[in-house]
């Protein structure tokens, strides 16, 4: 049963950082963050494309979650970008952790597709509880003032449109649209 919460869920994203006339690519993993803020921005009038990284860390989920994502983007006509990388092999040769290793082949990985698409940027879908995790982790670190400022909306090419949102109202939008999406066991690993 969904709670009263579930029926204020508006306004969750942020539009005072985007254009109706320039295209956005939306980082979509499949889980219920970044399937939010495709069907968001799309609901909104925004033109978006879909970039899907696999990692192929986690088996059959990570298999699993990119057939999600395709079916979800036939389903719902948008362009759909994908890319398989070998994360531990790159992890071993920069002599990085593995979720640095995928951040930076993720993130360079859609820099480019940003350009070869021109699109003004992409959007990814961290929301206020990420901000706030943020902002404890940098305080426990002694981050220093600059820490305390938390996760940019925008970050040159990289926008967070539902910084203002909460995981509660993402979990209710979806779920008052039937909408379904893919859950990462590692989400759940400290």
Known sequence: MLSEECFECRDMLNCDILYKEKLYLVALSGGADSVALL???????????????????????????????????????????RIRFDTQQEAHSRGVSIEMAARDLRYAWFEALRQERGAAAIAVAHH?????????????????????????????????PLLGATRTEILCYLAERGQTYVNDSTNTET
């Open 39 to 81: 069907l968001l921005l799309r609901e909104a009038g925004y033109e978006v494309e879909a970039a899907h990284c696999n990692f192929q860390l986690r088996g059959a989920e990570s298999e699993r979650d990119e057939q999600f994502v395709v079916r979800l983007c036939e389903q719902k006509q948008v362009r759909l970008h």
């Open 128 to 160: 206020q509880d990420d901000a706030n995790e943020t902002l404890l982790l940098n305080l426990v670190r002694g981050c220093g003032i600059h820490g305390l400022t938390g996760m940019p909306t925008v970050n040159g090419h990289i926008v967070r």
